[in-house]
């Protein structure tokens, strides 16, 4: 099972995340542009994902609903620089609607190698306190419970 | 007359620039936001600026094309994300068309006190070469001349 890398140097308002998934980049592509399957892996299990809006294309925004246990809904959404696509990945900006004004800038780039796949993100933050306060709201813990299940689901579309 | 401030602090993808205006917010809101002003300041004084696409609105797109003495064109594309706003300011993505593929996300803030405006623009690059790389092409020197002119735009449309 692959592990996840995610990187927030101390003074440098970036987290970025790596993983290798065994699934080629057209199949773990699709896992993060298709509305349907993205609900499936994106965010800690304990909550459930709802997609709002999405609107794949240069300009096209984007709106997702994370629901708790409790029922509280935590909105997040952005704007595509660029349509997405398997080459030149997915540059979307991100807002989470809790803390409304602070924006980041999200890069996604998909490499694959031997029938693997690369995903690395690269999340720019306005400010480090911007970052750190993404880190504090347990980011970190959304991150990697998130590739556990895209993991799973690429196995599972892959028939394994 | 106000002076430019530019950091580019070693390490650090971003670029920040700060400059007091004398002039309203409103007024300097309107200089950045309307495109008839905007390519009457953006730029250095010997190339021309022609604006192509101006969509102030979430999700948005505008594009530039800055044309050069000998006839060059140079484009500039992005997508606002949110509605710029005077209380909100503007937030938008930033590629420069001659090097495709490198995206930054700019935050421009406006605040005023005694009647003047200080304008805060934030540039997070997706990497600390990415950064280096606008310094190196005269990015410095694009910003200062940009900032003079604007000055006097703001001087010319208070009638001083």
Do not use: C, N
């Amino acid at each position: 099972m692959g592990k996840t890398e995610i990187t927030a140097e101390p003074g440098i308002p970036q987290i970025v995340t790596e993983r290798e998934f065994e699934a080629p980049r057209d199949l773990v592509f699709r896992a993060y542009t298709d509305p349907d399957l993205i609900v499936r892996w994106l965010g800690p299990r304990d909550l459930t994902m709802r997609w709002d809006r999405h609107e794949p294309r240069d300009g096209g925004r984007w709106r997702y609903v994370s629901v708790d246990p409790a029922g509280h809904e935590h909105g997040f959404h952005g704007v595509f620089h660029g349509a997405p696509s398997v080459d030149g990945g997915i540059v979307q900006t991100f807002e989470y609607e809790g803390v409304p004004g602070h924006v980041a800038l999200e890069t996604v780039t998909f490499t694959e190698a031997d029938g693997r796949t690369l995903v690395r993100s690269v999340s720019g933050f306005q400010s480090v306190e911007d970052r750190d306060g993404m880190i504090a709201s347990g980011a970190e813990y959304g991150v990697r419970e998130s590739s556990e299940r895209l993991e799973e689901l690429l196995a599972d579309l892959q028939g394994r």
